[in-house]
T-cell receptor
Framework: GESVGLHLPTLSVQEGDNSIINCAYS??????FIWYKQESGKGPQFIID?????DKRQGQRVTVLLNKTVKHLSLQIAATQPGDSAVYFC???????????FGKGTRLSVIA | EPEVTQTPSHQVTQMGQEVILRCVPI?????FYWYRQILGQKVEFLVS????????KSEIFDDQFSVERPDGSNFTLKIRSTKLEDSAMYFC????????????FGPGTRLTVL
């Protein structure tokens, strides 16, 4: 079936380095993608989103890249901080009142 | 900043008992969702709700589950007869309107079925 998945289940980075978290999606009908951050015991927290008519979108310290050709999504975190340690999920949906389909998640650990 | 709230934060129940999980979506949002996350697994969609009716539901959302918006603020998920496998984190989410796709999540309710 169609699914959203992640290449790396865990990622450890040194504080101050940049982090890149990857995600593959398989539903070509999806046109909206979101990255969520989930800290232990908390709900998913919206980080950044991108629509399929864009290739790149930047936020504060975060950038999302979308490659529709290979159905790949990535989240780049600049100057990673200890507070960035969490599980990061990508999610996809089609515009409209459709449910989000989540990937498995990548755990980011920041080493001080 | 407005946020989705959920109560209780942790619910422990015996198998076969009914539970009601409560959510207060962001006040001007029109679309409401329940998702669940079994420990260590990904977040899974249960049901979406708009205009006082279910818009879509997953195969997980069987006849043991129901949702209701009893007043202008609360959005509830009821499990009539809980099973061990219902143990999970349950997240409520809300969205402003059809033209905005971002869903904002609450902190979750941890349901433990013994």
């Amino acid at each position: 079936g169609e699914s959203v998945g992640l290449h790396l289940p865990t990622l450890s980075v040194q504080e101050g380095d940049n982090s890149i978290i990857n995600c593959a999606y398989s539903n070509s009908a999806s046109d909206y993608f979101i990255w969520y951050k989930q800290e232990s015991g908390k709900g998913p927290q919206f980080i950044i989103d991108i629509r399929s008519n864009m290739d790149k979108r930047q936020g504060q310290r975060v950038t999302v890249l979308l490659n529709k050709t290979v159905k790949h999504l990535s989240l780049q975190i600049a100057a990673t901080q200890p507070g960035d340690s969490a599980v990061y999920f990508c999610a996809e949906c089609r515009s409209g009142n459709t449910p989000l389909v989540f990937g498995k998640g990548t755990r980011l650990s920041v080493i001080a | 900043e407005p946020e989705v709230t959920q109560t209780p934060s942790h619910q422990v129940t015996q198998m076969g008992q009914e539970v009601i999980l409560r959510c207060v979506p962001i006040s001007n949002h029109l679309y409401f969702y329940w998702y669940r996350q079994i420990l260590g697994q990904k977040v899974e969609f249960l049901v979406s709700f708009y205009n006082n009716e279910i818009s879509e539901k997953s195969e997980i959302f069987d006849d043991q589950f129901s949702v209701e918006r009893p007043d202008g603020s609360n959005f509830t998920l009821k499990i009539r007869s809980t099973k061990l496998e219902d143990s999970a984190m349950y997240f409520c989410a809300s969205r402003l309107r059809i033209s905005t796709d971002t869903q904002y999540f609450g902190p979750g309710t941890r349901l433990t079925v013994l």
